[in-house]
């Protein structure tokens, strides 16, 4: 592995609780901009990449649908505000997570880097330059996305706490577990603790029979796992898979 690729892990460190805490508002700032900043440049790329397929390739010089496809503006602004979002879920998730699931956000890094090199190494007889680069693109980011899924949802199923179905009881074990120099980040991880903790206490509805509260709260883990941070984590380690390999050339 390139080592200018380990930049990205020493980027997502500030990420983490005793570091970001200690920064406080600074440390969520610092985070979001420079996350936010490389998943945004990622997506420039992302469209860069598409406008030499499509555009290209499907409509006509002159015409207003491929003035529309090679637009940016447009494009941008949504870059530019999706990247931001990813970014805050992104730490969200990091600050919110088990042991287990902050040990994947690392070993993700290694999984996207040996995705990009397996899906770019295994179309390249196959599909012209600009569509292997989109294809190894998107398909990181589904096989990316299902793997989150799978693995968040299995280790918040055996890290899951036994708590009481009781509003104040979810309320206050957020107060006293959930905490963060930055008042209204720490307002924001206790309401995102409070819906997650609630999901936990489906458990212990003692009025539904075991194998119905068992269902829901599998559908309730599966359906309220946010694909941002996967997205996030994807777009993220896809720019210094392409800048370490760019950089190494």
Known sequence: MKWKYFLSF?????????INNKLGCIGVVGFILIVGIIIYFQLMYLKSE???????????????????????????????????????SL??????????????????????YSLYHLLFKSVKNHLQDNLQRVFTEIGINFANIFIFVLVIAFTTYY????????????????????FHTCKYFKWYLRTSAIFKY???????????????????YLFFV????????????????????????????
């Open 159 to 178: 890290t899951k706490i036994d708590i009481a179905p009781d509003f104040n009881v979810i309320a206050t074990y957020a107060h006293d577990h959930i």
């Open 50 to 88: 598409l406008e030499k397929w499509v555009c290209q390739s499907y409509f006509k010089d002159g015409s207003i649908l491929k003035k529309i496809c090679l637009s940016k503006i447009f494009y941008k602004i949504f870059a530019f505000i999706f990247s931001f979002v990813c970014s805050f």
């Open 222 to 249: 599966v359906t309220s796992i946010s694909l941002l941070p996967a997205i996030a984590l994807s777009f993220f380690y896809k720019f210094f898979v392409r800048i370490s390999n760019e950089k190494e050339k």
């Open 198 to 216: 609630s999901i936990d206490s489906i458990l212990n509805l003692q009025f539904i029979n075991y194998e119905i509260r068992m269902y829901l």
């Open 10 to 18: 020493l980027i997502l460190i500030l990420g983490f609780k005793e």
């Open 91 to 112: 730490l969200s998730f990091i600050y919110l997570a088990d042991k287990y699931s902050l040990i994947f956000v690392f070993v993700d890094g290694l999984i996207v």
